[in-house]
């Protein structure tokens, strides 16, 4: 649908553009793929009615099962470093709201996302299901074991802060293939982008950041 129509359906897309356009361009965003996305998706729709208003308020926003949406820059900036040019097979581990799902959905090709709580899985596959995104496939698991059986990955994103670059991860992601993982102890971590090159991790900082833990048997 082009974005002429979607304004005129949505009450909401005044409040996504001023958040793309103050939030994301205004600090360092440059994609194109990216911003256009972030304005196509309906970030209210992932958030329940009591926090609707704050959709695209420039913080995060409690999900359930003690885990959050994350602020709109973090997921921009996360997007804008895998570099997506649309025919990417992604993982995502970490499915939350499934705003960042959708988001990669129309980026990508083909995304595999894990969460580890059935809840919120299933409520993002019906918002995923409701806005006609049908490239998404959600699996309930440990999400540091990534989706072997759908590896390679072109790109990984992480969700969940980690100790460390969780190996099961880095083995399912392609050579030259790109990962973004919040990394560092449970009150602050750098957000990173790992290159794999010849079967290691090449490691870029991107910037600062804090996320929830990564749970799992390779995670806290």
Known sequence: M???EIANLDPYFPERRQMV???LRAR???DERVLEAMLRIPRHEFVSAEFESQAYADHPIPIGENQTI???F???VSLQALSLQGGESVLEVGTGSGYQTALLAVLAH???SIERHQTLARSAEAVLVKLGLNNVKIVVGDG???LPEFAPYDAILISAAAPSIPRNLLDQLAEE????IPVGPPHAQELQLVRKRDGKAVVEVIEGCRFVPLIGAEGY
């Not at 293939?177 to 973004?180: N, S, W």
């Open 2 to 4: 082009p974005i002429s």
């Open 21 to 23: 356009e103050s939030q």
């Open 28 to 30: 360092s965003i440059h």
């Open 70 to 72: 994350s602020q709109p």
């Open 74 to 76: 973090i997921v921009a």
């Open 110 to 112: 083909q995304v595999n």
């Open 144 to 146: 540091t074991h990534g």
């Open 177 to 180: 293939g790109r990962m973004v």
